[in-house]
């Protein structure tokens, strides 16, 4: 499969999203943002194509992986088509091989020269032997709070508190982060989680090109992703992110992709409950159980963005 076709099967995902909304169905939005927290570590193509074939997915594997787990996909289940990357060296002739060439290169790059489809399974879609389970989260965040903590630090962002922010619960302003004062640690969590998405996405040359109420909902989007995944319950403040792109296809793209990447570089400093990436599935020994705790997030959010 070509890269044209492999992106032409992402834009058919995303052209969906953009119909459902100006259709009314907002909540196809909040699926989509779902499946970014749920599959943090696939590619952008392959969360939306999880989203749009199966929108309730919640833990996709091959099918080697679920039989070596004890589990076997249903009779008549219909698999999740995904992409798979094909890479191999360049060799002198400038083609790509996966097998040893008389005409590679020494120091052979690894090159990406297509796509290949692959099939996977929800667990919904298996019977057999129960998963393991993880611990429950049961609202203490304080694991995942300190090391974000770390990560914000790491990012050379310098973090306070203060109670005369208030009602704004969080600023961020080039470099630096103040928290209000006294928040339960959910709503610290996901408040500093979106001060940190603004200084990672609105700080260079895309600040100018966005405006404010798209950097406020691109940094809550962000915030929904991570708090989804590691195990917090969201509100749905998020499901009209489509109203700010009026139907512009290209540019919700480029958004949620923006949206994808940074919430996948802050949830990798994070302890993550499950790996999903295709490289790990034929690895894969737990499952994850059901996690609940309460994360509150509110367009109300202040920042000097």
């Not at 993880?134 to 995942?144: H, K």
């Not at 949206?259 to 490289?279: D, N």
Request: aromatic fraction near 8%.
């Amino acid at each position: 499969m070509k890269l044209e076709e492999a992106n032409t099967r992402t834009k058919e995902a995303v052209d969906f999203l953009v119909a459902a909304l100006e259709s009314g169905h907002s909540e196809v939005l909040t699926t989509y943002l779902g499946a970014m927290a749920k599959f943090h570590t696939y590619s952008f193509g392959n969360i939306m194509l999880i989203a749009r074939q199966k929108p309730d997915a919640t833990n996709v594997a091959g099918l080697r992986a679920w039989n070596s787990l004890g589990r076997f996909v249903k009779r008549g289940e219909k698999g999740i088509f995904i992409l798979a990357p094909m890479v191999g060296r360049r060799s002198a002739k400038d083609v790509a091989t996966d097998e040893p060439s008389e005409d590679a290169t020494t120091d052979g790059q690894r090159t990406l020269y297509g796509f290949r489809a692959v099939y996977v399974f929800d667990v919904s879609q298996t019977e057999g032997k129960d998963l393991p389970t993880l611990t429950e989260v049961n609202g203490d965040v304080s694991g995942y709070r300190e090391r974000l903590f770390k990560f914000v630090e790491a990012q050379s962002v310098e973090l306070s508190f203060s109670e005369r922010i208030g009602p704004a619960k969080g600023y961020s302003y080039g470099g630096k982060i103040t928290l209000l004062s006294g928040m339960q640690l959910a709503e610290e969590f996901s408040t500093l989680v979106h001060e940190i998405a603004h200084e990672m996405l609105h700080r260079g040359d895309r600040r100018t090109l966005t405006t404010k109420q798209v950097r406020e909902t691109e940094a809550e989007a962000v915030a929904f992703v991570v708090c989804q995944s590691v195990g917090l319950q969201n509100g749905t403040a998020s499901q009209d992110y489509i109203q700010l792109w009026h139907g512009n296809a290209n540019l919700l793209r480029e958004s949620l992709q923006a949206v994808q990447q940074t919430a996948a570089v802050i949830l990798g400093a994070l302890p993550p409950s499950l790996r999903h990436s295709p490289q790990s599935r034929s690895k894969q020994t737990t499952a994850p159980s059901g996690i609940h705790a309460r994360c509150v997030l509110t367009t109300g959010t202040t920042t000097s963005n």
